[in-house]
């Protein structure tokens, strides 16, 4: 469809009172780097010892598994103690209880020939020993000689005569210091206490077989200390090798070494660090060159109208030029390069203010099809000197008024049809569109000339990126239109039509969500 040319502008509808709103954003935070080597902290990574990572990730996993093994090995010493001495106890208390209800009919004087008896009859003499005591707790008989004497004295036969029921003691023999277990239970005789039956084995040989439980797991626990150290450092040498080559190639990218790449040897998260360092030093590489590629184009830039600036300057001072004509031509191109070059330094400041944050918008209620009719009309007669047809195409219906800093958007615009000028002039025309598509104002800017090659379309919105165009400019302006776009809640979208050329899409909601 032919775009209709609008001679005659909309006529602008009254603004409201303006209302100031920052919207600055902080996209592009600065980071400080401090140089190699500087600070205290900076000292003490390079004196820092290689493999500290690897020893201390040893060092803590062994030290933490003899911690398990140690308490597990305490843990296990203590339970089978437990059991052994309380299965050795109920079995003294069970058979020094029987025993001694056998002696309940006995007096003091009467129970010692029935003690010899069951001394006599007892089956386990060799393992445990019987003493029958008087009430006042002196050896009286016992299954290791036919008279005794002397008095114990251990807990549980006092125990026994003063509650008159069943105690037990563990603890060192008084007289050879031998480790016991002893039982007690008196002898009552009318509620009275006539003598004690007591009950005692050694607890040397069950002590033995706890040792040699103890040492069996414990060489066990030594033995996983030993496999759990040797499978910490195989493992811990399987993280940190990529690791080293991860920090070897950061090295190498830091000291100016971009573009280089690591071989991706696995798929885990190793791999997706690696993927990070790659695409890292790819973008990194490309930063460089491009702000290379912008300080060189940039000198160009400044260079060429300042060369235009002090040549006519000169040649006007010295008077060589008397014609009027001339002077009013040479004056023309010296207003004309100061113009650019005071657009080109505005842009650099306004990209300035990007990147440290200082951006802000103006924001009040616009009637966007106005802001872009009077863009359209001021370049229109520019274009058509140059032979550079401009057709505009907008809506019959009445917008309704949209939130947005009327200055900041002109900019856009005008930086639209410059680029369209610049970059797709050699095809005689350019079309500016103006539609509603949903709850959206869509502006396109196309032109006729060569267009975009598709390997640059992704990075033709960067800042500093020219690509292989050749038209002046410092390649930082869609860069600028994008940040201005972006404040406003739309985007920007740069294509190549059909049929040749190149297109830029604009969108901006017509209400706030």
């Known amino acids: ?8 502008r909309r006529p602008r509808r009254e603004r409201p009172k303006k209302e100031f709103i920052p919207l600055a954003k902080a996209n592009h935070e600065q980071t400080a780097q401090t140089p190699p080597g500087e600070g205290a902290a900076g000292g003490e ?8 990572l690897r020893r201390r990730w040893v060092v803590n996993t062994v030290a933490a598994t003899f911690a398990i093994v140690a308490i597990a090995v305490a843990a296990f010493s203590l339970a089978m103690y437990s059991y052994y001495t309380s299965t050795i106890q109920a079995n003294l208390e069970s058979r020094v209880q029987t025993a001694a209800g056998m002696f309940q ?34 050896v009286r008989m016992s299954s290791l000689m036919d008279i005794s004497g002397g008095e114990p004295g251990t807990a549980d036969i006092a125990r026994a005569i003063a509650d008159k029921r069943l105690s037990s003691w563990e603890g060192k023999e008084p007289s050879t210091g031998d480790h016991i277990m002893a039982a007690s239970a008196p002898i009552v005789y009318d509620g009275t206490v006539v003598g004690v039956v007591r009950m005692v084995t050694s607890l040397r040989l069950l002590d033995a077989h706890i040792v040699k439980m103890v040492a069996g797991v414990t060489l066990l626990g030594v033995v996983i200390i030993v496999i759990m150290g040797a499978y910490t450092s195989y493992s811990i040498r399987s993280i940190l090798e990529p690791v080293s080559r991860v920090t070897e190639t950061a ?31 790819v973008k990194i590489d490309q930063a460089e060159r491009t702000q290379s590629e912008f300080i060189s184009s940039v000198s160009h830039e400044l260079r060429t109208p300042l060369t235009a600036i002090n040549g006519w300057a000169e040649t006007l001072y010295n008077g060589e030029v008397r014609d009027a004509e001339d002077v009013k031509k040479g004056m023309g191109i010296i207003v004309s390069e100061a113009r650019r070059l ?5 842009e650099l400041l306004e990209f300035s203010r990007i990147e440290t944050g200082r951006f802000n918008l103006s924001v009040e209620p616009i009637d966007i099809q106005a802001e872009l009719e009077d863009a359209v009309y001021t370049y229109r007669e520019f274009f058509r000197r140059k032979g550079l047809e401009l057709h505009y195409e907008g809506v019959e219906e009445e917008l309704p008024l949209i939130s947005g800093d009327p200055e900041r958007l002109r900019q856009v615009f005008c930086n639209l049809l410059d680029n369209a000028d610049k970059h797709g002039g050699s095809g005689g025309q350019i079309d500016v569109s103006l539609r509603v598509e949903g709850d959206f104002v869509v502006i396109r800017v196309r032109d006729y000339g060569p267009g975009v090659p598709e390997e640059e379309l992704p990075y033709i919105k960067y800042k500093f990126y020219k690509g292989s165009s050749k038209a002046r400019g410092s390649g930082i302006g869609l860069a600028v239109c994008e940040e201005i776009v972006t404040c406003h809640n739309g985007t920007l979208e740069v294509g190549n039509a059909e049929g040749g050329g190149c297109v830029v899409t604009l969108r901006l909601p017509m209400r706030e969500d």
């Open 45 to 52: 990574k390079k004196r820092r010892k290689s493999g500290g």
């Open 342 to 346: 005071t657009n080109m330094v505005e």
């Open 251 to 281: 090295k190498r990218i830091a000291t100016g070494s971009y573009g280089v790449q690591l071989e991706k040897r696995s798929e885990d998260e190793m791999g997706e660090l690696v993927d990070a360092i790659n695409d890292m030093s």
């Open 1 to 8: 469809m032919e775009p209709k040319e609008n001679e005659q």
């Open 105 to 138: 009919n006995y007096t003091e004087s009467s129970y010692l020939y029935a003690a010899r008896q069951f001394i006599n009859q007892f089956e386990e003499k060799g393992r445990i020993e019987v003493q029958f005591l008087s009430s006042t707790g002196w």
